[in-house]
Each structure stands twice: as C-alpha cells, then as structure tokens.
C-alpha cells in the first residue's frame, strides 16, 4: 500500500484512464489533461476540421494553464492515467516524459540543467508538492519522489527521495 496515495497495486504499464475523467467543469487539472490529450488527439489529423479543433485545443489549453497556474507544454509526453489534484505551480520541460498512473502534486518542476538532459518518469511514479527533478535522470516504476525533494540524480535500486535536514536535496 503505497502511503502517499493509499492506492494498492496501481500497474505501472496499464493507464487507468479514470483518474483523467472529467466528472464537473470545475477540476482544473483534469481540464488541462483533457486539451493536451484532446490536442495531440487532433494533430495526427488531416483536414480542415482537425485544424480548427486543435485551435480550439490551443485556446481551451491557454484557459486552463492560465487557471492552474501550470506550465504544461501541449505537445509534452505524458502517459495515461496522470492524476494531477493540485495543478498550481506544476512546471514540465516539453521534452521531459511522464509514464502510465503517475501522481504529481503542485509545485513540482520537470526540468533540464546545465549540460542537458530531460527527466523520465516511469510508471507509477509518485511527485510530492515542491518537488524538483533536473537533468537527465530517470526515476524508476513504482517510486516516490517526498515533498520539497531536489533531485538531479537515481539511485539504480531507489524507491524514494527524501529531503536531507530541512535543505530539500537528495
């Protein structure tokens, strides 16, 4: 049983779409999903009516991140089955990759640093409020990422980053 989430055997290759649906209008997080996925949907497209869908997309996208307050690239990669509950803040590189079932709280930035690389997240990853995660590391199935983590590198056998003594560094 995972402690962050309460959730037991969520798969990590499998998306669980339901944690995407949109249930009323007013769920930010799962609107913004709903145009990324909506855009990307319409842009394998041809044709006329595609085009004007994903500008529609493109508007309803700019909405919502104005909204949330989160910088999610339209065309960034992300698996099914993210689950977003507090979108303010969340800032995501377009070319950082995010599996099936993840978790990402607010505040938490995806990003590159000084000599390149994007962070991937496998499946089921779990991203505590405030996290940040830089450079070319990849954070494996079924981990946590702990509040306030600074996190630049992985451990091959990790499950979690904590902050060490107050200083948000792992």
């Not at 085009?51 to 949330?68: D, G, N």
């Not at 990853?125 to 590391?137: Q, R, T």
């Amino acid at each position: 049983m995972n402690e962050f989430t309460g959730d037991a055997g969520v798969s990590s290759t499998e998306p669980d779409w339901s944690r995407e649906r949109v249930t009323s209008f007013w769920e930010p997080g799962k609107q913004l999903l709903k145009t990324i996925r909506g855009y990307q949907r319409c842009a394998t497209r041809t044709g006329l009516p595609a085009a004007l869908r994903c500008k529609l997309y493109v508007l309803e996208h700019r909405f919502w991140s104005v909204v949330t307050g989160a910088e999610i690239p339209i065309n960034c990669r992300i698996g099914g089955g993210l689950a977003i509950p507090h979108p303010n803040g969340i800032v995501i590189h377009p070319q950082a990759q995010i599996g099936v079932n993840c978790l990402i709280f607010q505040q938490v930035t995806l990003g590159t640093r000084r000599g390149g690389g994007f962070p991937v997240l496998e499946g089921h990853v779990d991203v505590g409020a405030g996290a940040k995660i830089f450079g070319e590391v990849v954070i494996s199935a079924h981990s946590e990422v702990r509040a306030n983590s600074v996190v630049t590198s992985w451990p091959p056998r990790s499950r979690t980053a904590r902050p060490l003594s107050g200083e948000g560094s792992t």
